[in-house]
């Protein structure tokens, strides 16, 4: 699908969309519990969806309600199960390094797959790590497919998180269902604490509680597996996908987000005091964050933590006046597509110069962003950067595999309609459209 963004002025109160952070979690802990959960506020998106196909393909009970919610039913619990066969991560990287220590809880053959980009990520993570656990692994080169057969057998580990904390959040929950004596995973150079900070607060809602020393150990007690009540989870709103939006009114207009906080565990929220040391207004109350633009000026920014803000970051640096510089470049090396060559590459389509040095990406903003066609390289962030930056540019902007959104936002243009951007879905595959 190509979509054609017009320059537009956005206005107007809309919903965050749900975390597909905090939804993949969810779908975890409601696997693992010894009980029912009732999923509210969840997510539509692909990874939303294959994380719970891969709960129903462990054996889980999951039905939707008059509400929309979801309900997830696990008899007897999840410590010890008998599941052989293939579960499928699509594209989703978190539902690949979280839910491979969780099935390798069965004592079946169980084959590890997915799709796309998918299928390029390195998870020789865990090559190394699962012999030590009892767990058999073949991989494939240290690729997708994986076959692996449990029971995984918690111990002392100790682990390498430069890579992804994702890998670690796997450990974290296959780990506080499946001890049986005291244990200990010693954690070394972790990225991307914040989504730690959210697993654990998951995990705490759900009645495990795993302390940790400074991110660097984490410790870990029987689990009782006792039969519980049944609880109720509400998704967050998402500050990754949110970022979008609020970084399209800093740019051209004004937004009220409705379901989000500033007191959430997930790191993206980092995006206001960027948007705000950059000059758009902002204005934060218990349930909504509002941004307005304003006289944009270079920013500085750390990213090494909160690698997704990359690409909105990048749109709005096209139209601060001066250099912007972040951090944490090598961070992007694995996502769906390596997002710093992609958003170097389709950017300067644009008109907007960015160089990479060492570990930094520095990008040279406030001249003219060109409208033109950009293509996605089916990277979902990189198709709602593109499309927020061509709200200010000189002309159209086309956008080619413009469906990569719905991996994280499906409801992503809609929801820049109703902010009156003009766009169109489905033009022809050519700029020629653009005039049309």
């Given at each position: 699908m190509n979509v054609k963004i017009d320059p537009s002025r956005i206005s107007g109160t809309i919903q965050a969309p749900a975390s597909k952070s905090s939804m993949q979690r969810a779908c975890a802990a409601a696997f693992l519990y010894n009980g029912t959960t009732v999923i509210r506020n969840p997510g539509s998106s692909n990874d939303d969806l294959a994380a719970l196909g891969i709960i129903q393909k462990l054996g889980a009970f999951v039905s939707m309600d008059e509400h929309g919610d979801y309900i997830v039913k696990q008899k007897g619990g999840a410590v010890s199960y008998d599941y052989s066969g293939i579960i499928d991560c699509a594209e989703s990287g978190l539902s690949l390094r979280m839910f491979t220590p969780?099935?390798?809880?069965?004592?079946?053959?169980?084959?590890?797959?997915?799709?796309?980009?998918?299928?390029?990520?390195?998870?020789?993570?865990?090559?190394?790590?699962?012999?030590?656990?009892?767990?058999?692994?073949?991989?494939?080169?240290?690729?997708?497919?994986?076959?692996?057969?449990?029971?995984?057998?918690?111990?002392?580990?100790?682990?390498?998180?430069?890579?992804?904390?994702?890998?670690?959040?796997?450990?974290?929950f296959a780990y506080a269902v499946a001890c049986k004596k005291p244990v200990t995973i010693k954690v070394e150079n972790l990225k991307s604490k914040p989504y730690i900070d959210l697993t654990l607060e998951v995990m705490h809602h759900f009645g495990w509680k795993i302390d940790h020393m400074d991110y660097k150990e984490f410790y870990f007690t029987p689990f009782t597996g006792q039969a519980l009540p049944a609880i109720t989870y509400s998704v967050e709103g998402d500050h990754s996908n949110a970022a979008f939006l609020f970084v399209a009114a800093a740019i051209s207009g004004s937004i009220k987000v409705e379901g989000l906080t500033l007191n959430s565990s997930q790191g993206?929220?980092?995006?206001?005091?960027?948007?705000?040391?950059?000059?758009?207004?902002?204005?934060?109350?218990?349930?909504?964050?509002?941004?307005?633009?304003?006289?944009?000026?270079?920013?500085?920014?750390?990213?090494?933590?909160?690698?997704?803000?990359?690409?909105?970051?990048?749109?709005?640096?096209?139209?601060?006046?001066?250099?912007?510089?972040?951090?944490?470049?090598?961070?992007?090396a694995h996502k769906e597509s390596n997002r710093a060559l992609t958003l170097q590459h389709?950017?300067?389509?644009?008109?907007?110069?960015?160089?990479?040095?060492?570990?930094?990406?520095?990008?040279?903003?406030?001249?003219?962003?060109?409208?033109?066609?950009?293509?996605?390289?089916?990277?979902?962030?990189?198709?709602?950067?593109?499309?927020?930056?061509?709200?200010?540019?000189?002309?159209?902007?086309?956008?080619?595999?413009?469906?990569?959104?719905?991996?994280?936002?499906?409801?992503?243009?809609?929801?820049?309609?109703?902010?009156?951007?003009?766009?169109?879905?489905?033009?022809?595959?050519?700029?020629?459209?653009?005039?049309?």
């Amino acid at each position: 699908m190509n979509v054609k963004i017009d320059p537009s002025r956005i206005s107007g109160t809309i919903q965050a969309p749900a975390s597909k952070s905090s939804m993949q979690r969810a779908c975890a802990a409601a696997f693992l519990y010894n009980g029912t959960t009732v999923i509210r506020n969840p997510g539509s998106s692909n990874d939303d969806l294959a994380a719970l196909g891969i709960i129903q393909k462990l054996g889980a009970f999951v039905s939707m309600d008059e509400h929309g919610d979801y309900i997830v039913k696990q008899k007897g619990g999840a410590v010890s199960y008998d599941y052989s066969g293939i579960i499928d991560c699509a594209e989703s990287g978190l539902s690949l390094r979280m839910f491979t220590p969780i099935a390798a809880l069965s004592h079946g053959e169980i084959i590890v797959t997915g799709h796309g980009s998918l299928l390029k990520r390195p998870v020789d993570f865990f090559d190394e790590i699962f012999p030590i656990l009892q767990i058999a692994i073949d991989s494939n080169l240290g690729l997708l497919p994986l076959k692996i057969k449990g029971p995984l057998q918690p111990v002392d580990i100790t682990i390498n998180g430069s890579l992804s904390s994702q890998f670690l959040t796997g450990l974290l929950f296959a780990y506080a269902v499946a001890c049986k004596k005291p244990v200990t995973i010693k954690v070394e150079n972790l990225k991307s604490k914040p989504y730690i900070d959210l697993t654990l607060e998951v995990m705490h809602h759900f009645g495990w509680k795993i302390d940790h020393m400074d991110y660097k150990e984490f410790y870990f007690t029987p689990f009782t597996g006792q039969a519980l009540p049944a609880i109720t989870y509400s998704v967050e709103g998402d500050h990754s996908n949110a970022a979008f939006l609020f970084v399209a009114a800093a740019i051209s207009g004004s937004i009220k987000v409705e379901g989000l906080t500033l007191n959430s565990s997930q790191g993206d929220k980092a995006i206001i005091g960027v948007l705000q040391n950059a000059g758009a207004k902002v204005l934060a109350d218990a349930n909504s964050i509002s941004v307005s633009s304003g006289l944009l000026q270079p920013f500085t920014f750390d990213a090494t933590h909160s690698p997704d803000l990359f690409p909105p970051l990048v749109a709005l640096a096209a139209y601060c006046k001066g250099i912007s510089r972040i951090s944490g470049v090598s961070r992007l090396a694995h996502k769906e597509s390596n997002r710093a060559l992609t958003l170097q590459h389709e950017f300067e389509k644009m008109g907007v110069k960015i160089s990479l040095q060492n570990d930094e990406m520095i990008i040279e903003g406030g001249e003219i962003v060109i409208g033109t066609m950009v293509h996605s390289n089916n990277d979902h962030r990189i198709a709602m950067a593109t499309a927020v930056a061509g709200l200010g540019a000189n002309g159209p902007v086309i956008i080619q595999q413009a469906e990569a959104v719905e991996k994280s936002y499906p409801g992503f243009f809609n929801d820049l309609v109703h902010l009156n951007v003009s766009l169109q879905k489905n033009i022809n595959d050519t700029f020629a459209a653009a005039g049309s």
